[in-house]
């Protein structure tokens, strides 16, 4: 018999450990006699090492080694297919593809990893580092994407690709009414509590890795090929990730260059970034510039979308910020044309950052939309309904399942959208202008292959194995949770292993597809294991599992499956949709700005606790709100440098920022998306709400803002 444990709010098994200082993360891992080692970063953004003098350093106290290009063993980082294969998944994923550490004198941008001390302590390499001499034959950087503009490429368009359905540009030419701007997000950078760090250790040619990864398989296999071992000879483990959002996705340079300099001292090491080099070596959500234009007939119905911009890259890095990927999803309108391009420049390089491409994607849309209703004078709500996407406006498959409308009735409701005055600038408590704003949100759902093992002990414990991560957002608890009810035991009988590359493989922990791929692997592991029991029993099912362990004399019953998405599962479009509804206030003298509520609604397939759910809501929505207000790293352009790189000149959200926040989970059943009908919800979140606080701001000032983050100065 089913016990219900799906769904419950259950407290997260590993929070004890957490609070207590129990969880060990990646640094904390030490070893026996550990060195440390210590990064130097370029101080241009473009040019060559013409010389480096490490003469000092290497006599400086405790100095085990300096490692530059000029002596550095050769690694290999390129991966090569086989003719017209793709690469298989975790096979590696080298943030950097065109910059292996050490390999030359050539510097792509300011901040690149181009030396690594070892010694003793931290201290003693720290200072060693700050002995080296370096010169450099400098060249004129390339940092000013605006003014590079024309040399837009369609480097990285197969993460979105272009999209051209019917005339888009004729249909908008010949609408009656149009809205046609400009709309830009900045430099973000992901700024985790969890600085990227590692302890490497060789034991002849077996590696050692601990390492803060949400990746851990592809970490293992860029090692492999990197250092030239047996993957088997790779052990990576990662069971705690202090934060992430999408930055430990990749292996970066400091992985290579750590791993490297253990092998040449013959010591445990240590490395770990400062949270000043994070700015520059380990990714960010790179600045956009996007046009959106929308054509709509007098009773708003769309005839035309145009969605086009563009993104920072770099010649080292193939990342592209591919922001028109929710262009092509979130409504129906039969003429859309899409693209978005990189501008490379001598800028470090951007990766994947929470809902990357729709996050800053929608900013543009759900903006220009809220635009629309007011040329319209049509109520925003009422605009995105008569625009509503029955089934997937370019690949015309049916959803999965869509709770859209059910989004906005409700999130409108609690909110008291009724109530609100559609007039800018109408709405007042005292010297505070009022405004309320809303807007949707989508993220497409995600499953990928995942491997699991299933173990039944004599005594009824039930062990679940699977290599994936725990970031925070609650997969151990969840996991546990899944595995319980579906075999039917207690929750406390259920125990469940991760973060280790010996366990079964798992997919990168990102593109909010973990849920729904490892739970879909335990989902399968489970049954696979309940069926081996009913065939020791004879065909019969199974009263008491420990009881029939013991009558045939068995320590324990272990079943492993390779769970693989269904290609029925291809039939539909999957994806989580909500809706962003908030209220600000803003001092008419001064223009600060103070979000006072959001409410927003949610339809994220099945909800497998509702207590981490709700967590992670709530961190895609803070994180939002930190886009709408307050976050932007500013770049030097002058040399290529980012200039706020601490807590005390970067901003993001504290307490005194977030209002009270309230979700609602809409109920939804898939039956089609996966075994367990998860959507993964991590990073919809976010999605919708900057513009949600933008057209917000818009309703109580009547000042468009089109550039992020909305400031005191942009509104007055």
Request: include cysteine; aromatic fraction near 6%; charge should be negative.
């Amino acid at each position: 018999m089913s016990i219900p444990i799906i769904g419950d709010a259950r407290d997260r098994v590993d929070g004890r450990a957490k609070v207590t200082g129990g969880a060990r993360y990646a640094a904390e891992n030490n070893m026996p006699d550990l060195a440390h080692a210590v990064v130097v970063p370029s101080t241009i953004a473009s040019g060559r090492i013409k010389s480096i003098d490490a003469s000092a350093a290497l006599k400086a106290p405790g100095v085990l080694k300096v490692i530059t290009y000029l002596n550095a063993p050769k690694v290999n980082l390129q991966q090569q297919p086989q003719s017209g294969q793709q690469p298989q998944q975790n096979s590696g994923n080298f943030a950097e593809p065109k910059l292996i550490p050490f390999a030359g004198p050539d510097i792509h941008y300011l901040g690149q990893q181009i030396a690594v001390v070892v010694a003793n302590t931290l201290e003693e390499a720290t200072h060693a580092a700050s002995l080296l001499r370096i010169t450099y034959d400098e060249t004129p950087p390339r940092t000013d994407m605006q003014k590079l503009r024309s040399e837009a490429t369609d480097k990285g368009s197969q993460q979105a690709p272009p999209v051209n359905t019917g005339d888009a540009d004729a249909a908008f030419a010949s609408a009656p009414v149009k809205i046609d701007q400009t709309y830009r997000t900045p430099y973000e950078h992901h700024n985790p509590m969890e600085a990227h760090s590692i302890v490497a250790a060789w034991d002849g040619d077996h590696l050692e890795l601990h390492d803060s990864s949400q990746n851990i398989f592809a970490s293992r296999a860029t090692m492999a090929r990197a250092f030239g071992i047996p993957r088997e000879n790779v052990h990576v483990s990662s069971p705690f990730v202090g934060g992430a959002f999408g930055s430990k996705g990749s292996t970066w340079p400091h992985v290579v260059a750590g791993v490297l300099a253990a092998r040449e001292v013959q010591r445990p090491l240590k490395l770990w970034i400062t949270r000043k080099q994070l700015f520059f070596t380990n990714g960010h959500r790179p600045e956009t510039e996007q046009r959106v234009a929308l054509g709509a007939t007098n009773d708003g119905k769309l005839v035309a979308l145009i969605h086009e911009g563009i993104s920072q890259g770099n010649n080292v890095s193939d990342y592209n910020e591919r922001f028109t990927r929710p262009t092509r999803t979130i409504y129906a309108c039969p003429n859309i044309r899409a693209a978005n391009k990189v501008v490379e420049l001598n800028v470090p390089s951007g990766t994947y950052m929470r809902a990357p491409g729709e996050s800053p994607g929608m900013f543009a849309i759900e903006s220009a939309m809220d635009e629309l209703a007011a040329a319209l004078k049509m109520d925003p709500i009422a605009l995105r309904l008569v625009n509503h996407a029955d089934d997937d406006p370019v690949e015309h498959k049916p959803w999965s399942s869509k709770s859209l409308r059910e989004c906005y009735e409700k999130a409108a409701e609690r909110i008291g959208w009724s109530r609100r005055n559609p007039e800018p600038r109408s709405m007042r408590d005292g010297r505070l202008l009022i405004g309320y704003g809303m807007a949707s949100a989508t993220y497409p759902s995600h499953r990928s292959p995942a491997s699991a093992r299933a173990r039944l002990e004599t005594d009824g414990t039930l062990v679940v194995s699977i290599g994936t991560h725990e970031m925070g957002m609650g997969t151990a608890t969840v996991m546990q949770q899944l595995a319980a009810e579906t075999f039917g035991v207690p929750f406390e009988r259920v125990r469940f292993e991760y973060g280790d590359t010996r366990l079964p493989q798992a997919p990168i922990s990102a593109g909010s597809m973990t849920a729904a791929s490892v739970g879909s692997a335990v989902h399968q592991v489970i049954n696979t294991l309940k069926e081996k029991l009913v065939e020791i029993n004879g065909g019969k099912p199974v009263d008491n599992y420990a009881a029939l362990l013991h009558e045939h004399y068995l320590p324990n019953v272990e079943v492993q499956v390779d769970a693989k998405p269904d290609p029925e599962e291809s039939k539909y479009s999957a994806h989580a949709f909500g809706a962003q509804f908030a209220e600000v206030a803003v001092d008419e003298d001064l223009g600060t700005i103070r979000l006072r509520r959001m409410v927003s609604a949610f339809g994220g397939g099945r909800i497998l606790n509702a207590k981490t759910a709700r967590s992670q809501y709530l961190g895609g929505i803070i994180q939002g709100i930190g886009m709408a207000l307050l976050e932007e790293t500013h770049l030097d352009k002058r040399n290529g440098a980012f200039t706020d790189i601490n807590f005390a000149e970067y901003l993001v959200p504290v307490n005194a920022d977030i209002p009270a926040i309230d979700i609602i989970m809409v109920e939804e059943n898939d039956p089609h998306v996966n075994p367990i009908g998860a959507k993964g919800i991590g990073e919809i979140g976010i999605v919708g709400v900057a513009p949600a606080i933008a057209n917000a701001v818009y309703h109580a000032t009547g000042k468009r803002v089109r550039d992020l983050p909305i400031t005191i100065e942009k509104v007055l």
